[in-house]
């Protein structure tokens, strides 16, 4: 849980985060979702080494097709699309979507070959590292800075979801994410975080980067001050309204007549209303359009990942003891998925 120095800005932005609130006003039952961005230039270009444009991903001709939809590699590894999160009352949007970023770039690996398996993260682990053995813990109230959690992700690594020795990482916990965000990761669980390093994290700052970046399997953690309305339109598009200091998971892009990306949040399946839209992707999302995504990547702490280093796939092929009862011949099995390409 080392502790290092940040620009003072950081410090002075970070102040309340954790109280950059949103409701539902027109579903008075529905829980206050908390934000968690501080926006802190300094701090970004203090981490930030690689811009998207000078990848090879970026430089390469493409041919492929105009819609891409990365839960597509989710279905194909899981059965269906990852389940929605909920960052609940915790200013913890960064980590989320941090997380939601790389596990939709573990399915993809997996999907594409890789012999993994796949793990859900835990995002209080990316949350308490983002701005403890990253930032320091000069951040007074709650919410992370995107640059952090991908420095941390790329230094540290992730922690899936399990129990691990005395901590009890199986569901997401908000007292455990803000005693995380207060104190750091626990020092037993650092040394599982680095067997599992994303190796590498690349600063997105247009939507052609963006574009380029998921056309190739790369999810992108968003973190920006644009705010949206709430329900979606009859395309699944949110209406770019209001501030929000937040992050979210850009996780498919589509081209045609309205090119835009869909935005991945951390609110819950109940948070936003209307149709889904093109590739039936999460309840938990919404569309964009592709100017507003560029308005907000122009922001400057927009992160692609690549190269998760994921969980190692095992071959489980055991019987219900000796006596097999009727119907009953398989109790589990889990098999490597095949070469697949979404």
Same mark, same amino acid.
């Given at each position: 849980? *080392?502790?290092?120095?940040?620009?003072?800005?950081?410090?002075?932005?970070?102040?309340?985060? /954790?109280?950059?609130?949103?409701?539902?006003?027109?579903?008075?039952?529905?829980?206050?979702?908390?934000?968690?961005?501080?926006?802190?230039?300094?701090?970004?270009?203090?981490?930030?080494?690689?811009?998207?444009?000078?990848?090879?991903?970026?430089?390469?001709?493409?041919?492929?097709?105009?819609?891409?939809?990365?839960?597509?590699?989710?279905? *194909?590894?899981?059965?269906?699309?990852?389940?929605?999160?909920?960052?609940?009352?915790?200013?913890?949007?960064?980590?989320?979507?941090?997380?939601?970023?790389?596990?939709?770039?573990?399915?993809?690996?997996?999907?594409?070959?890789?012999?993994?398996?796949?793990?859900?993260?835990?995002?209080?682990?990316?949350?308490?590292?983002?701005?403890?053995?990253? /930032?320091?813990?000069?951040?007074?109230?709650?919410?992370?800075?995107?640059?952090?959690?991908?420095?941390?992700?790329?230094?540290?690594?992730?922690?899936?979801?399990?129990?691990?020795?005395?901590?009890?990482?199986?569901?997401?916990?908000?007292?455990?994410?803000?005693?995380?965000?207060?104190?750091?990761?626990?020092?037993?669980?650092?040394?599982?975080?680095?067997?599992?390093?994303? *190796?590498?994290?690349?600063?997105?700052?247009?939507?052609?980067?963006?574009?380029?970046?998921?056309?190739?399997?790369?999810?992108?953690?968003?973190?920006?001050?644009?705010?949206?309305?709430?329900?979606?339109?009859?395309?699944?598009?949110?209406?770019?309204?209001?501030?929000?200091?937040?992050?979210?998971?850009?996780?498919?892009?589509?081209?045609?007549?309205?090119?835009?990306?869909?935005?991945?949040?951390?609110?819950?399946?109940?948070?936003?209303?209307?149709?889904?839209?093109?590739?039936?992707?999460?309840?938990?999302?919404?569309?964009?359009?592709?100017?507003?995504?560029?308005?907000?990547?122009?922001?400057?702490?927009?992160?692609?990942?690549?190269?998760?280093? /994921?969980?190692?796939?095992?071959?489980?092929?055991?019987?219900?003891?000796?006596?097999?009862?009727?119907?009953?011949?398989?109790?589990?099995?889990?098999?490597?998925?095949?070469?697949?390409?979404?």
């Amino acid at each position: 849980m *080392k502790r290092l120095a940040i620009p003072l800005l950081a410090f002075l932005l970070g102040l309340g985060a /954790g109280h950059h609130l949103a409701t539902r006003p027109d579903i008075e039952a529905e829980p206050i979702r908390a934000f968690g961005w501080v926006d802190d230039p300094g701090a970004v270009q203090g981490v930030a080494t690689e811009r998207f444009t000078e990848t090879e991903a970026f430089r390469t001709p493409y041919h492929g097709p105009d819609d891409v939809f990365l839960w597509d590699a989710c279905r *194909k590894v899981t059965g269906d699309r990852l389940p929605p999160r909920d960052q609940k009352g915790v200013g913890s949007c960064v980590a989320f979507g941090t997380a939601s970023a790389i596990e939709h770039l573990l399915c993809v690996q997996i999907a594409n070959g890789s012999r993994e398996e796949y793990r859900d993260l835990a995002p209080e682990v990316i949350y308490g590292g983002s701005r403890v053995e990253i /930032g320091g813990g000069t951040i007074r109230g709650e919410g992370s800075i995107g640059a952090w959690a991908a420095k941390f992700v790329t230094r540290y690594g992730v922690v899936p979801r399990g129990l691990h020795g005395s901590h009890d990482l199986r569901v997401y916990d908000e007292a455990r994410c803000r005693d995380y965000g207060r104190h750091g990761v626990p020092d037993d669980l650092e040394p599982l975080a680095r067997k599992h390093p994303v *190796k590498s994290a690349s600063n997105v700052r247009s939507w052609e980067e963006c574009r380029a970046a998921i056309r190739n399997g790369y999810p992108v953690a968003a973190c920006s001050s644009q705010g949206f309305t709430m329900t979606r339109d009859a395309d699944g598009f949110c209406r770019a309204s209001g501030t929000w200091m937040h992050c979210l998971a850009i996780v498919g892009i589509r081209g045609g007549s309205r090119p835009g990306a869909f935005l991945l949040n951390s609110w819950g399946e109940r948070a936003h209303t209307g149709p889904r839209g093109l590739g039936d992707p999460s309840p938990a999302g919404f569309w964009a359009d592709a100017h507003i995504v560029d308005r907000m990547l122009k922001q400057g702490d927009s992160w692609a990942f690549s190269e998760a280093v /994921g969980f190692p796939a095992r071959k489980l092929n055991w019987y219900a003891g000796h006596v097999r009862p009727r119907g009953l011949r398989l109790a589990h099995i889990l098999e490597v998925h095949p070469c697949v390409r979404f």
